[in-house]
């Protein structure tokens, strides 16, 4: 069974980093997807960043919303992925969660339970 914990949402002013983490267990994939996504009060979820790996080649993907602010990176000694938040707006106030699509097939199989951001004016 798969497991996938977030870490790292806390209260930060406007302009401000953070860095949050993606603990993956229990299984281990060659060829995988992991993405970022976030929802906010009263708005459906949305994507935010995705990291692929496919044959040893990796790839990632952002939604414009956050291009040039957020970097996600993987560490596929320690199953972590990451989500480096640089600029924080108000708007970049949400629950973040990790997902995993763990043979490439289009869909994300995997949740966690997310973190909370929340950016302060």
């Known amino acids: 069974q798969v497991q996938l914990v977030e870490s790292g949402g806390e209260l930060v002013e406007a302009g401000g980093s953070l860095r949050l983490s993606c603990a993956a267990s229990?299984?281990?994939?060659?060829?995988?997807?992991m993405g970022w996504f976030r929802q906010s009060q009263g708005k459906e979820r949305e994507f935010v960043a995705a990291?692929?790996?496919?044959?040893?080649?990796?790839?990632?993907y952002y939604a414009d919303s956050v291009k040039g602010r957020f970097t996600i990176s993987g560490d596929n000694v320690k199953n972590t992925v990451y989500l480096q938040m640089n600029s924080l707006k108000p708007e970049d106030t949400a629950v973040y969660y990790c997902?995993?699509?763990?043979?490439?097939?289009?869909?994300?199989?995997?949740w966690g339970r997310g973190t909370q951001v929340t950016v302060s004016s």
């Open positions: 990291i692929r790996w496919s044959r040893g080649a990796r790839a990632t």
């Open positions: 229990g299984r281990t994939f060659n060829s995988y997807r």
């Open positions: 997902a995993l699509d763990p043979a490439l097939l289009g869909g994300y199989d995997y």
